[in-house]
């Protein structure tokens, strides 16, 4: 891997200004003992003090997965050359493994940007889930973006059709959620971590309800275990309660954040492909 990067403004050490970029202090110390620091092609410390238009190059190998292309290319509504939000189907796995190995979001994507695409996924979402995907295109992109997932300064929106009518017009649930890996399920636990979900009612139905949800914070399933703890789960999700369907009636219909590149708001949208009735 290599990272070039033109220096605007000088006066910062090289540790400082890859802090300033969005790396952690683990990746720098990667570049520091597992690679090569050069500036204008000579090698230097990270206390090297940096000046306009110098050349910063960083040399590292980096693991990540590349997958391989498939036939069908992703929908990708937006892209900068830096990062990329991608439209995720439904029933699609985000990441290539021995079960999925050439159908993945992944490999749609790896059709779309072409040779040498590395997968840098920030926002993921379940196979049973459709909807928006945050993805980088590099190594310092991904921290950053990483950072603000970390922070929640990513806001996510979704959209599902409950199970029942749902009386309350807005709320919150604030359960803790425990994720038992031996049967694929999040539970309500008092020993699980905290969790909180708000949601606003758009639609009742007679037997449904439509309904907006954001996370506040990303657990396994959390929205399906909430829903499901109100004893209104997401139509179709039997795993949860649910009868039966043709899907999973959940879309991540929303994405915002503040770019850290530039400082500007960024705001991506994608409408449900499921009907509530």
């Known amino acids: 891997m290599e990272i070039v990067e033109t220096i605007r403004a000088g006066g ?9 970029c969005g790396y952690s202090v683990t990746q720098i110390k990667r570049f520091k003992y597992c690679g090569q620091i050069t500036v204008n092609g000579n090698p230097v410390t990270v206390r090297h003090i940096l000046a306009p238009n110098d050349r ?13 292309p498939c036939d069908v290319a992703a929908i990708v509504p937006y892209g900068d050359g830096r990062m990329y939000v991608a439209i995720k189907p439904y029933g699609v796995a985000v990441h290539p493994d021995l079960a999925h190995r050439n159908d993945t979001l992944g490999n749609m994507l ?7 695409f590395a997968l840098r996924i920030i926002t993921r979402l379940d196979r049973t889930t459709s909807g928006l995907v945050l993805g980088a295109l590099d190594p310092v992109t991904a921290n950053a973006l990483n950072l603000l997932q970390q922070r929640h300064e990513i806001t996510k929106q979704y959209v599902a059709v409950a199970q029942g009518v749902i009386q309350q017009n807005r709320g919150t649930i604030e359960l803790p959620l425990k994720r038992l890996t031996e049967n694929n399920i999040t539970v309500v636990s008092d020993d699980g971590k905290y969790a909180r979900t708000d949601f606003a009612v758009t639609q009742r139905l007679r037997d449904r309800t439509v309904v907006r949800l954001y996370p506040q914070t990303g657990r396994t399933h959390q929205i399906r275990a909430h829903l499901a703890a109100m004893g209104h789960p997401i139509v179709g999700d039997t795993l949860y309660g649910a009868t039966s369907a043709e899907r999973i009636m959940l879309h991540c219909e929303m994405l915002r954040f503040v770019n850290p590149f530039n400082g500007k708001i960024a705001e991506f949208t994608s409408a449900a492909d499921f009907a509530p009735m």
């Open 12 to 20: 910062m050490s090289v540790k400082e200004y890859l802090l300033d």
């Open 56 to 68: 910063l190059v960083l040399y590292c190998a980096e693991t990540v997965c590349m997958p391989q």
């Open 110 to 116: 790896a059709a779309y940007f072409g040779d040498g």
